[in-house]
T-cell receptor, first 113, second 112 residues
Framework: GESVGLHLPTLSVQEGDNSIINCAYS??????FIWYKQESGKGPQFIID?????DKRQGQRVTVLLNKTVKHLSLQIAATQPGDSAVYFC????????????FGKGTKLSVKP | KAGVTQTPRYLIKTRGQQVTLSCSPI?????VSWYQQTPGQGLQFLFE???????NKGNFPGRFSGRQFSNSRSEMNVSTLELGDSALYLC???????????FGQGTRLTVV
């Protein structure tokens, strides 16, 4: 079946550096993508989303890039802080319903002070 | 504004038993979805409810069921528990099916 995967299961960065978390998706019909952050003991927290008619979207310290040609999604975090340490998931969806998401396995981001 | 509330937070059950988990969505939200999270399979969609009707269903056996009440609160039930059902069960609510989903902290179910 269709799946969403991640290139890197773990990522360790120095505080203040930029982080890039990658994700591959296989369903070419997917038209909506979301990045979630999950801290230990908590549920996933929405970070940023992007629709398939866009290739870039910026938020506060975060940028999501979408490359539909190679079915690739990335999350860039600028000036990474210790509070950014968490597991990051990408999720895809088609059909508009945000309650029916296909999640990737997750990348653990560890920020060294 | 209170977030999504899931009860109980932790639960230990024996194989063969059944369990009911509860989710109270954010006030005003009418869509509730359930996910199972395990280290091996990650986050997997169980089902989605909107206006008391199941709108979407994931690829889980019939032992997994759910429902939504008129106040949008939702419950999910797992019957004849198996060891492999041990997981974090997450509930997410949204105002409508195509708006941002907010997750609760989950219910940690351990089957022994």
């Amino acid at each position: 079946g269709e799946s969403v995967g991640l290139h890197l299961p773990t990522l360790s960065v120095q505080e203040g550096d930029n982080s890039i978390i990658n994700c591959a998706y296989s369903n070419s019909a997917s038209d909506y993508f979301i990045w979630y952050k999950q801290e230990s003991g908590k549920g996933p927290q929405f970070i940023i989303d992007i629709r398939s008619n866009m290739d870039k979207r910026q938020g506060q310290r975060v940028t999501v890039l979408l490359n539909k040609t190679v079915k690739h999604l990335s999350l860039q975090i600028a000036a990474t802080q210790p509070g950014d340490s968490a597991v990051y998931f990408c999720a895809e969806n088609y059909g508009g319903s945000q309650g029916n998401l296909i999640f990737g396995k997750g990348t653990k981001l560890s920020v060294k002070p | 504004k209170a977030g999504v509330t899931q009860t109980p937070r932790y639960l230990i059950k024996t194989r063969g038993q059944q369990v009911t988990l509860s989710c109270s969505p954010i006030s005003g939200h009418r869509s509730v979805s359930w996910y199972q999270q395990t280290p091996g399979q990650g986050l997997q969609f169980l089902f989605e409810y909107f206006s008391e009707t199941q709108r979407n269903k994931g690829n889980f056996p019939g032992r997994f069921s759910g429902r939504q009440f008129s106040n949008s609160r939702s419950e999910m039930n797992v019957s004849t528990l198996e060891l492999g059902d041990s997981a974090l069960y997450l509930c997410a609510s949204s105002f409508h099916m195509n708006t941002e989903a907010f997750f609760g902290q989950g219910t940690r179910l351990t089957v022994v």
